[in-house]
C-alpha cells in the first residue's frame, strides 16, 4: 500500500508540474525533422500494443480504431528546450507508465488504440512572451509530429476503419487541428465516431460542418471539458468563456449530474470507484466535487483538476467510447 500511495503521489506531481507556467527559454527553436513513423520505436502503442509487447484493452478485435495523443509533459522550468526529443527516455517512460494506464486505455476497447510519441512543445510555448518568441514555431513542429503520424496511419492502418481521435491537453490541442485539416468539411468525416477533446478550449466556430455531440449515442462531432474544483474559479476564468462543455457523465445537454450516475474514477490503486462524484457546467468549465474515493486527503487542497480530466471519469468514457462505436456500426449496417 506504502508503494501505491508513493506511485499516486507521483502522478499528483507529474501533472500539478504541468500546469505551472514556466519561464526559462532558449532564444531560437532548433531545427529538428518530422519524425518518421515507419520506424516502430517511434509509436508508444500501435494497433493496440505498446513498444514493449503489452496488450491494451480487452476487446480482441475492435470495430474502431483510436488515435490519441498525450499531455504535456516537457514542464521542467530549468529545461530551455523547446521540443522535447522523439527519444527522451523521461517523458516516453511516463507516456507508457502513468499516461496509456490513466488515460488513453480508457478508449482502448472501443478501438485498436495507436499512441504516437511526438516532439512535443514545451509548457510555456502557449504563454506570453513565450508564445511570440519562439512558442508558436514549438506548437507547429509539435504538430508536424502529430500529423505525419496520422497520415501514417491513415496510409498504412485504417483501410475505411471507424476513427475515434482522442486527446488531452497539448494533445486534445494538436487534435483540434487535425479535425480541422482532416475532417471538417471532408470525406473523413464518414469515418469520425467521435474527438474527444479534453482538456483545452473548443469553440462552437472553430469548425464549418463537426458539431459538439449531445447524446450519449451520437457520432460524427466532438466532446470537450476542462474539469476545476466545485466552487472554485480559475484565475484565467475568462479564457474558459464560451467554450463547449460536455458533461462526461450524463453526455447530454443537462447542466448537471448526480452521484448515482457517475461510472467511475479510476484511481491510483488501478480500482475503479463509481459513483463518487458529481458535476456542474457553468461557462466553458466543469465544476466536479471532491471525489468519494480512498484517502481524498490528497485532494482536498487541489482546486484545479486539469490532471484528471481524464481519470475522473476513465469508466464513463469507457463505457461512452464503446456505445458510440456499436451506434455507428449500426447506423453504417
Known sequence: MRMLRIAFLGIVLLFISSCKVQYRSSSVVPRIKTTTYAMPQHWAVFAGTTIDGKKVGTTTAPDADVFYIYPTLLTNKKDARWNASITDPDINAD?????VPYQAAAWAD????????????????FFEPHRNQGGLKAQQLAYEDVKAAFEYYLK??????????????????????????????????????AAYLIGTRVLIDDFKSIKPLTSPEETGGYVSWNSYK???????????????TTNPITWNDSKTSSFSQHKGVLYYDNAIYGNSLEVEVIDGMLWVSLPKVPKRFWMSFIKDYHRFDVSLFWEDIRINALKRVAQFKQDKN
Not at 507516456?95 to 499516461?99: E, F, S, T, Y
Not at 472501443?110 to 510555448?125: E, I, S
Open 110 to 125: 472501443a478501438g485498436r488504440l495507436f499512441v504516437p510519441y511526438y516532439q512535443q512543445n514545451h509548457y510555456r510555448a
Open 95 to 99: 507516456v507508457l507508465k502513468w499516461i
Open 230 to 244: 466545485k466552487g472554485k474559479y480559475p484565475k484565467y476564468f475568462a479564457w474558459y468563456s464560451n467554450a463547449v
Open 156 to 193: 498504412h492502418e485504417n483501410k475505411g476503419r471507424p476513427i475515434i481521435l482522442a486527446g488531452h491537453s497539448q494533445g486534445a490541442f494538436h487534435l483540434k487541428k487535425i479535425l480541422q485539416d482532416y475532417f471538417d468539411q471532408t470525406q473523413l468525416q464518414r469515418q469520425l465516431v
